[in-house]
């Protein structure tokens, strides 16, 4: 189990990196509810040149994020959330030179029950019986 009091996201597209988001929960805080972006510094990219990089941070995309988070009785809580990750770029090339347009996934519950250091799935696509995405929420208050 980790250090501390958080909520982890594993995002796991067959094929593609892995993205992590993991949210610091205070002890004692109750109830919980932060706005923040996910696309500032967060990218990973392969084969792209200083220039490229540049203009990608440049960019706004849009990832606004936010969770809430209510105690209830018994050990358990109350997690809304919607995260929007970057997960990369396409490349379109034109006369002007390239173009880049983000790929963003959207993960998202609203008012799921979780209880103490449990870890749930409520994201698994399959094809042909072969899990090619998830989500794993990783529940440690």
Avoid at 24 to 32: K, L, Q, S
Avoid at 51 to 63: A, L, P
Wanted: glycine share 4%; proline share 6%; hydrophobic share 35%.
């Amino acid at each position: 189990m980790p250090d501390g009091q958080n909520i982890r996201f594993i995002y796991s597209p067959e094929g593609m990196t892995d993205r992590e988001v993991i949210i610091n929960v205070e002890p004692g805080a109750d109830p919980v509810s932060m706005h923040f972006r996910l696309c500032e510094q967060n990218g990973v990219f392969e084969g792209l040149n200083d220039t490229v990089k540049e203009y990608i941070s440049s960019q706004k995309f849009d990832c606004n994020s936010w969770l809430k988070l209510t105690p209830l009785i018994n050990n358990k809580y109350a997690l809304s959330y919607e995260l929007n990750l970057l997960i990369g770029l396409k490349v379109e090339f034109s006369e002007t030179g390239p173009r880049y347009t983000p790929i963003m996934k959207k993960l998202a519950q609203y008012r799921a029950i979780y209880r103490q250091n449990s870890v749930a799935y409520p994201l698994q696509r399959y094809v042909n019986e072969t899990i090619v995405e998830s989500t794993k929420v990783e529940f440690y208050l």
